[in-house]
């Protein structure tokens, strides 16, 4: 089998969700033939197409959580090294006083499988959990959800905090208690309103670092 | 109408019976667009949900005292909505308000924290379970109040919860925290407001000799509300 065939095959088996399928070319044919780099970017290619499809309405979400199990699958064989060192770090997790972290998973997985280092901080997020993750990055992002308006003083204190004193940070949030002008207001670079679109919208406020 | 305080016993239903409702709060807009594999999966959440959860509830039912100044006082608590304070001015003889908590439990955060580990998929569909089997067990406990307040000659409104309307999530659920003994099914709030464990719901239910709409959403003028309610119909506001 050709590279560029392996590469489409692995593609397609992630934008069908085909786990199975994914696992079975990656155990027998191995990763070696096109490289441990190729292979997690094919995976993260069926990614982008499904996350197309999803904002297009072609699919649902439950649709696309499928081809990210599938991506999961599939990255699970990839050495945690090469997994783990693409690009800039984003730490996202739920702000203190909330407790739903459902949605944050789903955007972690998915920018996760688009490219970006992700650190899960959880939920309960708290300025002090925020601080000892990035103290010392030069770049990174910080990514806070919150479903519950009751949250909206502490991330509001976490952006602050982020904006006084690490000017290399930048700061997406998403959210049911959120919209774009909320966002704003709050001092957020950016707003995801949803899980497909939060690539984008990472994509967009870092392309504002120097 | 006398204080007092009962549980309503959680009947379960086939696995089958949630699975429309699953597809529907996982995100396809109809049952039917779901494929086969889709639908297995949401049988197997439901199956899951119903195993390994125990549901608790319970219910404590006051008096009316007042309402004025856009609040309702309920014993020694303030239900501060004026929303809610205008509906029951509407109401002829307010006479009852029943307060209810029930639960999923512990078992259910337990199952989706491991879950979220291995499949996206399938904590979509068990956290979709789990809002269904709770408003589930809302509904029988629904049921059960208004059959008490028929029993005294009462009408019942629909339930209204803290976070909807304008009723302020942290301080409403605080409130209806001292009007319950939460504790003994094992439910706890946070200093913001919420609760764990996560499937769990709180609210009210108003009775009243004469009630002329069930909920709010006539005197609202905010037409695109995702959570506007039939009221009733056979009466002029």
């Known amino acids: ?210 | 109408m006398k204080p007092c305080t009962y549980t309503t016993q959680f009947t379960a239903p086939h696995p089958d019976q949630l699975v429309p409702a699953i597809l529907v709060q996982g995100g396809f807009k109809t049952p039917e667009q779901a494929n086969d594999a889709m639908r297995r999966k949401a049988e197997e959440m439901a199956r899951r949900v119903l195993s390994l959860t125990a549901p608790r509830s319970i219910i404590s039912q006051y008096p009316f005292e007042s309402a004025g100044n856009g609040v309702l006082k309920v014993s020694s608590a303030v239900l501060r909505s004026a929303k809610l304070y205008h509906l029951t001015r509407h109401y002829e003889s307010p006479a009852g308000i029943s307060v209810f908590l029930a639960t999923l439990g512990h078992g259910f955060d337990r199952e989706m924290e491991k879950i979220m580990e291995d499949s996206m998929l399938e904590s979509l569909f068990l956290d979709a379970a789990g809002s269904v089997l709770i408003e589930h067990y809302v509904g029988l406990i629904e049921e059960e109040v208004k059959r008490r307040f028929a029993s005294e000659g009462l009408e019942a409104s629909l339930r209204f919860s803290p976070g909807y309307c304008d009723w302020e999530t942290g301080e409403g659920q605080k409130a209806l925290f001292s009007l319950i003994d939460a504790e003994s099914i094992g439910v706890k709030i946070n200093e913001y407001g919420m609760m764990t464990p996560i499937k769990s719901v709180s609210g009210i239910i108003l009775g009243a000799g004469r009630i002329s709409h069930r909920t709010p959403c006539p005197y609202c003028g905010k037409q695109d509300c995702p959570h506007r309610r039939e009221s009733r119909s056979d009466t002029v506001v």
Do not use: Q
């Open chain 1, 1 to 210: 089998m050709k590279k560029s065939e392996y590469i489409t095959i692995l593609e397609k088996a992630v934008l069908d969700g085909n786990e199975a399928e994914i696992l079975d070319i990656l155990k027998k044919k191995g990763i070696s033939p096109v490289g441990e780099k190729n292979v997690l970017a094919a995976l993260s290619g069926g990614i982008e197409k499904a996350r197309l499809k999803f904002r297009n309405g072609v699919i649902s979400i439950p649709e696309f959580l499928l081809c990210i199990d599938a991506f999961k699958a599939g990255a699970s064989l990839i050495k945690k090294g090469v997994r783990e060192n693409r690009g800039i770090p984003v730490f996202i997790g739920v702000v203190e006083g909330d407790v739903h972290d459902l949605g944050k998973n789903i955007v972690a997985a998915v920018l996760s499988s688009s490219g970006y280092t992700v650190t899960d901080m959880g939920k309960n997020v708290t300025r002090e959990k925020v601080r000892s993750c990035i103290t010392g990055k030069k770049k990174a992002v910080v990514a806070l959800s919150s479903m519950m308006s009751t949250s909206l003083a502490p991330m509001k204190d976490i952006i602050t905090w982020i904006g006084e004193t690490e000017p290399g940070i930048r700061i997406i949030v998403g959210g049911a208690s959120l919209d774009h002008t909320i966002a704003r207001t709050l001092g957020a670079h950016g707003y995801a309103e949803s899980a497909v679109t939060a690539p984008d919208e990472l994509k967009r406020i870092l392309a504002t670092l120097t």
